[in-house]
């Protein structure tokens, strides 16, 4: 049974920065297609980033220059860098595995003062 742990998540000031981790078990080979979502309360969950298995990644406009995702294939791990985070960045962040159409159970973020 595929499961995604994310972790990370936290209370932090505007302009600060956090790291979020997504771990993969139960998977036989490695990740592919890999992506970030977030969900702001009383909105639809939307689409944050994409990573494929070679590297190459996209974002929502909204996060360009700020946010990065990585990946290590050795320990099945995503990672999600974000950086300069505001207030609308507060979320619950969700790892979502596209190829097996797997979510997390997602990680709360709060960027406030």
């Known amino acids: 049974q595929v499961q995604l742990v994310e972790s990370g998540g936290g209370l932090v000031q505007p302009g600060g920065s956090l790291r979020l981790s997504c771990t993969a078990s139960g998977i036989s080979g490695s990740l592919t297609l890999m992506s970030w979502y977030r969900q702001a309360p009383g909105k639809q969950r939307e689409w944050v980033a994409t990573?494929?298995?070679?590297?190459?990644?996209n974002y929502v406009d909204s996060v360009k220059g700020r946010f990065t995702i990585s990946r290590d294939n050795a320990k099945n791990t995503v990672y999600l860098q974000m950086n300069s985070l505001n207030p609308e960045d507060t979320a619950v962040y969700y790892c979502?595995?596209?190829?097996?159409?797997?979510w997390g159970q997602g990680t709360q973020v709060t960027v406030s003062s």
């Open positions: 979502y595995a596209n190829t097996l159409a797997a």
């Open positions: 990573i494929q298995s070679g590297g190459r990644t």
